[in-house]
Protein backbone atom coordinates (compact mmCIF):
# COMPACT_ATOMS: atom_id res chain seq x y z
CA UNK A 1 0.00 0.00 0.00
CA UNK A 2 1.54 3.35 -0.92
CA UNK A 3 0.78 5.54 2.48
CA UNK A 4 3.35 2.67 3.87
CA UNK A 5 5.54 3.18 0.97
CA UNK A 6 8.65 5.42 1.95
CA UNK A 7 8.85 7.07 -1.24
CA UNK A 8 5.36 7.75 -1.16
CA UNK A 9 6.91 10.74 1.39
CA UNK A 10 10.06 11.30 -0.93
CA UNK A 11 7.54 12.44 -3.51
CA UNK A 12 4.96 14.11 -1.91
CA UNK A 13 6.53 16.02 1.54
CA UNK A 14 8.58 19.16 -0.61
CA UNK A 15 4.80 19.39 -1.98
CA UNK A 16 3.15 19.44 1.44
CA UNK A 17 5.90 21.57 2.85
CA UNK A 18 5.54 23.97 -0.21
CA UNK A 19 1.76 24.29 0.34
CA UNK A 20 2.06 25.39 4.08
CA UNK A 21 4.60 27.76 3.37
CA UNK A 22 2.43 29.51 0.78
CA UNK A 23 -0.58 29.37 2.86
CA UNK A 24 1.33 30.91 5.85
CA UNK A 25 2.60 33.61 3.30
CA UNK A 26 -0.73 34.47 1.90
CA UNK A 27 -2.14 34.68 5.49
CA UNK A 28 1.01 36.52 7.12
CA UNK A 29 0.70 39.27 3.75
CA UNK A 30 -2.81 39.50 4.19
CA UNK A 31 -2.26 40.48 7.75
CA UNK A 32 0.57 42.61 7.60
CA UNK A 33 -1.42 44.90 4.71
CA UNK A 34 -4.80 44.57 6.34
CA UNK A 35 -3.48 47.00 8.97
CA UNK A 36 -1.99 49.42 6.26
CA UNK A 37 -5.01 52.00 5.19
CA UNK A 38 -6.25 52.04 1.94
CA UNK A 39 -6.02 55.87 0.71
CA UNK A 40 -9.01 56.52 -1.28
CA UNK A 41 -10.78 55.24 2.66
CA UNK A 42 -13.42 52.73 0.66
CA UNK A 43 -14.09 49.60 2.30
CA UNK A 44 -13.50 46.13 0.01
CA UNK A 45 -17.08 46.02 -0.93
CA UNK A 46 -17.17 49.38 -2.27
CA UNK A 47 -14.07 48.20 -4.04
CA UNK A 48 -15.19 45.57 -5.73
CA UNK A 49 -18.39 47.58 -6.31
CA UNK A 50 -16.06 50.10 -8.67
CA UNK A 51 -13.98 47.48 -10.06
CA UNK A 52 -17.29 45.98 -11.43
CA UNK A 53 -18.36 49.97 -12.39
CA UNK A 54 -15.56 50.65 -14.15
CA UNK A 55 -15.54 47.18 -16.20
CA UNK A 56 -18.89 47.38 -17.21
CA UNK A 57 -20.33 44.57 -15.08
CA UNK A 58 -23.95 45.68 -13.43
CA UNK A 59 -25.45 42.24 -12.50
CA UNK A 60 -23.55 41.16 -10.06
CA UNK A 61 -24.15 41.27 -6.01
CA UNK A 62 -21.69 41.74 -3.29
CA UNK A 63 -22.68 39.74 -0.04
CA UNK A 64 -20.73 39.28 3.25
CA UNK A 65 -20.04 35.82 4.20
CA UNK A 66 -18.49 33.78 7.37
CA UNK A 67 -14.76 32.77 8.21
CA UNK A 68 -11.19 34.16 7.19
CA UNK A 69 -10.34 34.83 3.60
CA UNK A 70 -13.46 32.61 2.32
CA UNK A 71 -13.81 35.64 -0.48
CA UNK A 72 -14.92 33.77 -3.73
CA UNK A 73 -17.08 34.77 -6.58
CA UNK A 74 -20.54 32.25 -7.69
CA UNK A 75 -20.62 32.25 -11.03
CA UNK A 76 -24.03 29.98 -10.93
CA UNK A 77 -25.83 33.00 -8.68
CA UNK A 78 -23.60 36.18 -9.87
CA UNK A 79 -23.05 37.00 -6.48
CA UNK A 80 -19.22 37.93 -5.25
CA UNK A 81 -18.78 36.99 -1.11
CA UNK A 82 -16.65 38.62 0.40
CA UNK A 83 -15.15 37.86 4.08
CA UNK A 84 -15.94 40.72 7.22
CA UNK A 85 -12.57 41.62 6.57
CA UNK A 86 -12.28 41.97 3.14
CA UNK A 87 -16.37 43.53 2.84
CA UNK A 88 -16.41 46.27 6.25
CA UNK A 89 -12.10 46.49 5.81
CA UNK A 90 -10.65 49.72 4.35
CA UNK A 91 -7.10 48.43 3.96
CA UNK A 92 -4.57 47.53 1.12
CA UNK A 93 -5.72 43.73 1.58
CA UNK A 94 -9.22 44.13 1.97
CA UNK A 95 -9.05 46.08 -1.62
CA UNK A 96 -6.68 43.70 -3.42
CA UNK A 97 -8.70 40.64 -2.20
CA UNK A 98 -12.10 42.45 -3.37
CA UNK A 99 -10.90 43.40 -6.34
CA UNK A 100 -9.50 40.12 -7.41
CA UNK A 101 -13.05 38.43 -6.73
CA UNK A 102 -14.33 41.08 -8.65
CA UNK A 103 -12.11 40.09 -11.16
CA UNK A 104 -13.36 36.37 -11.42
CA UNK A 105 -16.60 38.34 -11.98
CA UNK A 106 -15.22 40.50 -14.80
CA UNK A 107 -13.64 37.27 -16.33
CA UNK A 108 -16.97 35.52 -16.11
CA UNK A 109 -18.92 38.62 -17.62
CA UNK A 110 -16.74 38.68 -20.71
CA UNK A 111 -16.84 34.91 -21.19
CA UNK A 112 -12.92 34.45 -20.16
CA UNK A 113 -12.47 31.05 -22.04
CA UNK A 114 -9.83 29.40 -19.52
CA UNK A 115 -12.63 30.38 -16.90
CA UNK A 116 -15.47 28.72 -18.56
CA UNK A 117 -12.63 25.40 -18.92
CA UNK A 118 -12.26 25.41 -15.46
CA UNK A 119 -16.24 25.48 -14.78
CA UNK A 120 -16.03 22.21 -16.95
CA UNK A 121 -13.50 20.68 -14.84
CA UNK A 122 -15.45 21.53 -11.47
CA UNK A 123 -16.97 17.94 -11.94
CA UNK A 124 -13.94 15.99 -13.14
CA UNK A 125 -12.13 17.82 -10.61
CA UNK A 126 -15.14 16.64 -7.56
CA UNK A 127 -14.92 13.10 -8.92
CA UNK A 128 -11.13 12.58 -8.80
CA UNK A 129 -10.63 14.11 -5.44
CA UNK A 130 -13.36 11.57 -3.77
CA UNK A 131 -12.33 8.27 -5.97
CA UNK A 132 -9.16 8.29 -6.82
CA UNK A 133 -7.34 7.21 -4.34
CA UNK A 134 -9.93 4.62 -3.07
CA UNK A 135 -9.50 3.42 -6.79
CA UNK A 136 -5.48 3.38 -7.13
CA UNK A 137 -4.88 2.05 -3.62
CA UNK A 138 -7.64 -0.94 -4.20
CA UNK A 139 -5.82 -1.73 -7.86
CA UNK A 140 -2.26 -2.04 -5.84
CA UNK A 141 -3.55 -3.77 -3.22
CA UNK A 142 -5.26 -6.51 -5.87
CA UNK A 143 -2.72 -6.06 -8.37
CA UNK A 144 -5.45 -5.00 -11.08
CA UNK A 145 -3.19 -2.60 -12.59
CA UNK A 146 -5.66 -1.30 -14.94
CA UNK A 147 -8.18 -0.33 -12.20
CA UNK A 148 -4.95 1.59 -10.63
CA UNK A 149 -4.98 3.27 -13.91
CA UNK A 150 -8.25 4.04 -13.98
CA UNK A 151 -7.87 6.06 -10.61
CA UNK A 152 -5.02 8.17 -11.84
CA UNK A 153 -6.97 9.09 -14.64
CA UNK A 154 -9.44 10.36 -12.34
CA UNK A 155 -6.81 11.95 -10.22
CA UNK A 156 -5.96 13.85 -13.27
CA UNK A 157 -9.17 15.72 -13.47
CA UNK A 158 -7.40 17.64 -10.23
CA UNK A 159 -4.59 18.46 -11.83
CA UNK A 160 -6.05 19.15 -14.73
CA UNK A 161 -8.48 21.43 -12.79
CA UNK A 162 -5.47 23.14 -10.90
CA UNK A 163 -3.86 23.46 -14.19
CA UNK A 164 -6.04 25.58 -15.53
CA UNK A 165 -6.91 27.52 -12.13
CA UNK A 166 -3.06 29.20 -11.75
CA UNK A 167 -3.86 30.87 -15.02
CA UNK A 168 -7.45 32.05 -14.22
CA UNK A 169 -6.15 33.80 -11.04
CA UNK A 170 -2.99 35.30 -12.31
CA UNK A 171 -5.46 36.96 -15.07
CA UNK A 172 -8.00 37.99 -12.44
CA UNK A 173 -5.39 39.83 -10.39
CA UNK A 174 -4.32 41.47 -13.18
CA UNK A 175 -7.33 42.23 -13.74
CA UNK A 176 -7.73 43.60 -10.19
CA UNK A 177 -4.80 45.81 -10.32
CA UNK A 178 -5.73 47.50 -13.57
CA UNK A 179 -9.04 48.08 -12.54
CA UNK A 180 -8.16 49.88 -9.12
CA UNK A 181 -5.61 52.03 -11.00
CA UNK A 182 -8.33 52.60 -14.03
CA UNK A 183 -10.97 53.53 -11.08
CA UNK A 184 -8.85 56.20 -8.87
CA UNK A 185 -8.70 53.81 -5.75
CA UNK A 186 -5.22 52.94 -5.22
CA UNK A 187 -1.90 55.34 -4.84
CA UNK A 188 1.74 54.16 -5.94
CA UNK A 189 1.95 53.10 -2.50
CA UNK A 190 -1.17 51.42 -2.15
CA UNK A 191 -0.57 49.53 -5.33
CA UNK A 192 2.53 47.95 -4.03
CA UNK A 193 0.50 46.41 -1.52
CA UNK A 194 -2.44 45.04 -3.69
CA UNK A 195 0.19 43.70 -5.72
CA UNK A 196 1.87 41.62 -2.56
CA UNK A 197 -1.15 40.44 -1.58
CA UNK A 198 -2.01 39.20 -5.36
CA UNK A 199 1.22 37.57 -5.49
CA UNK A 200 1.01 36.12 -2.24
CA UNK A 201 -2.31 34.52 -2.74
CA UNK A 202 -1.13 33.37 -6.35
CA UNK A 203 1.54 31.36 -4.33
CA UNK A 204 -1.07 29.37 -2.76
CA UNK A 205 -2.48 27.93 -6.27
CA UNK A 206 1.14 27.23 -7.57
CA UNK A 207 1.94 25.46 -4.77
CA UNK A 208 -0.79 23.19 -4.85
CA UNK A 209 -0.31 22.76 -8.84
CA UNK A 210 2.81 21.14 -7.34
CA UNK A 211 1.64 19.19 -4.99
CA UNK A 212 -0.75 17.41 -7.23
CA UNK A 213 1.74 17.20 -9.86
CA UNK A 214 4.01 15.62 -7.34
CA UNK A 215 0.99 13.40 -6.76
CA UNK A 216 0.45 12.23 -10.01
CA UNK A 217 4.04 11.59 -10.54
CA UNK A 218 4.48 8.69 -7.77
CA UNK A 219 1.13 7.13 -8.82
CA UNK A 220 2.61 6.44 -12.61
CA UNK A 221 5.76 5.63 -11.37
CA UNK A 222 4.46 3.48 -8.88
CA UNK A 223 2.16 1.26 -11.52
CA UNK A 224 4.94 0.93 -13.79
CA UNK A 225 7.11 -0.37 -11.49
CA UNK A 226 4.18 -3.00 -10.41
CA UNK A 227 3.85 -3.67 -14.25
CA UNK A 228 7.71 -5.02 -14.72
Do not use: C
Request: hydrophobic share 50%.
Amino acid sequence: MMFFDPRYLLFVGPGIVLSLLAGWYVRSTFRRYAQVPLSSGVTGAQAAAAVLFNAGVRDVRIEPTVGFLSDHYDPSEKVLRLSPDVFHGQSVSAAGVAAHEAGHAIQHAERYGLMTVRQALVLPARIGSQLSLIVIMLGLALHALGLAWLGVFLFSGIFLFELVTLPVEINASTRARQRLEAAGLVSGADADGVERVLRAAALTYLAALISTALQLLYFVTRIRQEER
